[in-house]
Every structure is written in C-alpha cells, then in structure tokens.
Nanobody
Framework: QVQLVESGGGLVQAGGSLRLSCAAS????????MGWYRQAPGKQRELVAG???????NYADSAKGRFTISRDNAKNTVYLQMNSLKPEDTAVYYC????????WGQGTQVTVSS
C-alpha cells in the first residue's frame, strides 16, 4: 500500500524558513509528477509548486522567488524549501505524486506568525 508521509511543518515567524519533505513508500515506482499543494481555511486547495520526472518545475506566482521544489528519485522524496515566509502562507500543505495513479499525503500544518 503506497503511503506519502510529509514532515517539516510547524510554527515560524514571518521572514523565517521551513523545509517540507514528503517520502513515498509501499512499492511506488516511476513517479512522474511530484508537487506541493496547500489549503488555507475557507479556501480551495491550490498548487504551490510542481516538478516533473525530467526536472521541469513550475510555481504559483505567490511562491516564485521564495520557494524551491526539488526531488530525490532514489528516495522517492520531494522537498519544498520555503524562505521569506509570510502570514498568508499559513495553510495545510499536501504533497501529491502521480504515476499511473494519483497519491496524496495526509498534510502538514504550516503556520506563519506576524
């Protein structure tokens, strides 16, 4: 059974940094897309950053210049380095991976205080 486990969330002051990790286990292979999404209270889940198997990245406008997504294929892990955090970045962050199927993590809370 494939599982995605996120870590690295927490409480940080505005201007601070966090690094999120998401590791997949349970027999997942040939992961194409890996991405990070977030959902703030009362809002829809939105894409923050994504990375394809070839390493092509894309970012939400709100994340450009502050966040960096990367992946370690040997470890089936995706990372999100978040710098210069703002209170509006507060949300539950979810990782997503896709092969021929779609998988989601359980989410990790990121809270940025002003």
């Amino acid at each position: 059974q494939v599982q995605l486990v996120e870590s690295g969330g927490g409480l940080v002051q505005a201007g601070g940094s966090l690094r999120l990790s998401c590791a997949a286990s349970g027999g997942i292979f040939s992961i194409n897309f890996m991405g990070w999404y977030r959902q703030a209270p009362g809002k829809q889940r939105e894409l923050v950053a994504g990375i394809t198997g070839s390493g092509t990245t894309n970012y939400a406008d709100s994340a450009k210049g502050r966040f960096t997504i990367s992946r370690d294929n040997a470890k089936n892990t995706v990372y999100l380095q978040m710098n210069s955090l703002k209170p509006e970045d507060t949300a539950v962050y979810y990782c997503r991976m896709s092969t021929t199927r779609l998988y989601w993590g359980q989410g990790t809370q990121v809270t940025v205080s002003s």
